[in-house]
């Protein structure tokens, strides 16, 4: 099953032949096609401890182009070999690989000193499916990343790409994008510049090259988390313009509605993708539509990362985010999900109308002093971090207690819950 060797062939009278003969009493036996056999050494002589990876190098350039090169200088097959002990051919001419109706398998032989022998067989990849492209809006902002072995060298690539962009006229800021990931090696130091033209770009790669604040630092080795969002984060139109520009985004997105909006009093996508101000954009802010929303966005947005190739090691979430989570980590199937989101929404819509949230930027141990002098009716919902916490109750109480954490100093999001 393997159709080309490359040989260590090292021209040697003593050290070809007994390679030759091993190759005969092994690849040579019982072929309908001949095996093909040669050394890249014929074209770049010996290159010591980087003969074997030429060789690989060889190997895989001639599976890609489907031409097994010819080996250089073989005017007459060795004569301490016995050629017709087996089906082995020298290529002494370019030919095209033989047609074996299987992937292209080749075989690399490395031979080293004191015995350091190394014999690696390569298999053609299956062919990889060619991706849709993706027609990104104009003036939809894009990344740059810029790369580096070290922060000067960093700097230095900035300044040379924004030479290089100014020089030329009608370069599009999506294909510069895609070449610097796709075309370059992505080194330990690293800066993204985003913008939606040129002259926006180029501003931020000057800003790497003078020193000045961008999104940059040290690649380093570690694990990914995702992290879903609860209500109060939801805005009229979220995704709108996402589900424009990319099909996986709204595909994942019709998917959701497809299983949710039997159970709500109208269509999802009206309600989340309304104008703001208008009456159907009221309604999202409405917890059986706020949750419904935010799970089909971030369900959208998931497959959206995944289909670039983000993946993630954990996920998490708060609130409705946490059936996300589930959901992304296969623990829910898609119509389970959307039946528990619209039972929790509708449910939570169900209570009385008059109560308020508010996002507190303190302790819990404070925020609760403070309730305490002066906020009756009003508690700590939540304690999200050490100095993160929900306070919730009627209106009026609420609007006080908001008052008196600015006085404070406190930062204070009231939401839209």
């Known amino acids: 099953d393997v159709d080309v060797v490359e040989a260590h062939g090292t021209g040697t009278s003593l050290g070809d032949p007994i390679e030759a003969q091993a190759l005969l009493a092994t690849y040579g036996q019982g072929r309908d096609v001949p095996l093909l056999l040669g050394s890249v050494k014929s074209n770049i002589g010996h290159t010591q401890a980087a003969a074997g990876v030429a060789g690989i190098i060889k190997m895989v350039s001639a599976m890609r182009h489907g031409v097994v090169p010819a080996s250089l200088h073989v005017d007459v097959p060795s004569s301490h ?44 990849p299956e062919a990889e499916a060619d991706l849709e492209p993706v027609a990104v809006p104009v003036g939809v902002p894009v990344p740059w990343v810029v ?23 009608g370069l599009a800021v999506v294909d510069v994008s895609w070449s610097l990931v796709m075309s370059r090696a992505a080194l330990e130091h690293r ?34 988390a ?7 984060s939801q805005r009229v139109g979220m995704g709108r313009e996402l589900y424009e520009a990319f099909p996986v985004f709204a595909s994942a997105f019709d998917a959701v509605c497809v299983e949710i909006d039997p159970r709500l009093p109208r269509a999802l996508r009206d309600v989340v993708f309304a104008e703001p101000g208008t009456a ?12 419904a929303g935010l799970f ?44 528990l989101v619209a039972a929790r929404g509708r449910l939570m819509q169900a209570l009385p109308a008059g109560g308020v949230m508010a996002a507190v930027g303190a302790s819990e141990e404070a925020v609760a002093e403070l309730i305490g002098a002066s906020g009756a ?32 100093g406190w930062r204070v999001k009231e939401l839209s819950v």
């Open 81 to 124: 070999v016995d050629w017709s002990s087996g089906a082995v051919e020298l290529v002494t001419e370019s030919r095209e690989w033989p047609g074996v109706g299987r992937p292209r398998r080749a075989g690399v032989s490395s031979f080293g000193i004191s015995g350091t022998n190394a014999h690696v067989i390569l298999e053609q």
């Open 147 to 169: 790369s580096g072995r070290s922060e000067r060298a960093l700097v230095g690539q900035a300044s040379r790409l924004a030479s290089f962009v100014r020089e030329r006229s």
């Open 191 to 224: 800066a993204v510049v985003w913008g939606s033209d040129v002259e926006e770009l180029v501003a931020g790669l000057l800003a790497v090259a003078e020193g000045r604040s961008v999104v940059s630092g040290v690649v380093s080795v570690g694990r990914r």
């Open 226 to 232: 995702v992290l879903f969002t609860g209500q109060g």
């Open 280 to 291: 159907d954009g009221a309604l999202l802010d409405r917890t059986v539509f706020a949750q």
């Open 296 to 339: 089909a966005v971030e369900v959208a947005l998931w497959e959206l990362l995944s289909s670039w190739g983000v993946r993630a090691d954990f996920v998490g979430g708060h609130s409705i985010g946490e059936v996300t989570a589930a959901f992304v980590a296969g623990m829910l199937s898609l119509a389970d999900a959307c039946v």
């Open 377 to 408: 009716g009003v508690d700590v919902a939540a304690v999200n971090g050490p100095v993160s916490v929900v306070v919730s109750g009627a209106v009026g109480e609420v609007a006080s207690v908001v008052a008196a954490c600015r006085e404070r």
